[in-house]
């Protein structure tokens, strides 16, 4: 069964350092979207992808976070200068176009800012 | 705006036990509802959904009907295992245009089965 992929599954990383998470989302849907979940708290949207532009985003999602699809396969969330309070699990999901609106979830990647 | 609010766990359950795990939501319009599970190190599975008011999403012994009167989507199993201990959380989902669909997720309750 196809399925989202993430890399890597834990990423530690120093304050003000840029990180890049990565994602594999299935292979023929459209729509692409980052979500985080700090540690005990609630999973929280980040931003929507479609069509290779961005088509809503969270407060969160301030100028330090961009997205980007430089292929045909990966989804990347990069983070420019990492905060300590961007510690969390990000979650990558992919959905189907059309009315089939379930979102399939990758396996996300923990990041551990120091 | 959206939001969902899931009772605070953690539960913990014996085998065998009866589930229920509340959930309401706050909504415009008619959105989608879900569960997702999340057992432990692992990633966000959806469980069920419903996409409008009476119906019933189920699986893997989980049942959730949509009550609009009452805007609540519960949780419940009538039988618990210890292979269900995992995080639940509810979720809706608000179309944001542009085939947007943003998932807005409760804070997530945590269940423990005993054996």
């Known amino acids: 069964e196809p399925e989202v992929t993430q890399t890597p599954s834990h990423q530690v990383t120093q304050m003000g350092q840029e990180v890049i998470l990565r994602c594999v989302p299935i292979?023929?849907?459209?729509?692409f979207y980052w979500y985080r979940q700090i540690l005990g708290q609630k999973v929280e949207f980040l931003v929507s992808?479609?069509?290779?532009?961005?088509?809503?985003k969270s407060e969160i999602f301030d100028d330090q976070f961009s997205v980007e699809r430089p292929d045909g396969s990966n989804f990347t969330l990069k983070i420019r200068s990492t905060k300590l309070e961007d510690s969390a699990m990000y979650f990558c999901?992919?959905?189907?176009?059309?009315?089939?609106?379930?979102?399939?979830f990758g396996p996300g990647t923990r990041l551990t800012v120091l | 705006g959206n939001s969902v609010t899931q009772m605070e766990g953690p539960v913990t359950l014996s085998e065998e036990a009866f589930l229920t795990i509340n959930c309401t939501y706050t909504?415009?319009?008619?959105?989608?509802l879900f569960w997702y599970v999340q057992y432990p190190g692992e990633g966000l599975q959806l469980l069920l959904k419903?996409?409008?008011?009476?119906d019933k999403g189920s699986n893997k012994g989980f049942e959730a009907t949509y009550r609009k009167e009452t805007t609540s989507f519960h949780l419940e199993k009538g039988s618990v295992q210890v292979s269900d201990s995992a995080v639940y959380f509810c979720?809706?989902?608000?179309?944001?245009?542009?085939?947007?669909?943003?998932?807005?997720f409760g804070k997530g309750t945590k269940l423990s089965v005993i054996p």
């Open positions: 979720a809706l989902i608000k179309y944001s245009g542009a085939g947007s669909y943003q998932l807005t």
């Open positions: 992808f479609y069509n290779n532009e961005i088509s809503e």
């Open positions: 909504a415009t319009g008619y959105p989608s």
């Open positions: 999901a992919s959905r189907p176009g059309g009315i089939y609106n379930e979102q399939f």
């Open positions: 292979s023929n849907h459209l729509y």
């Open positions: 419903a996409t409008k008011a009476d």
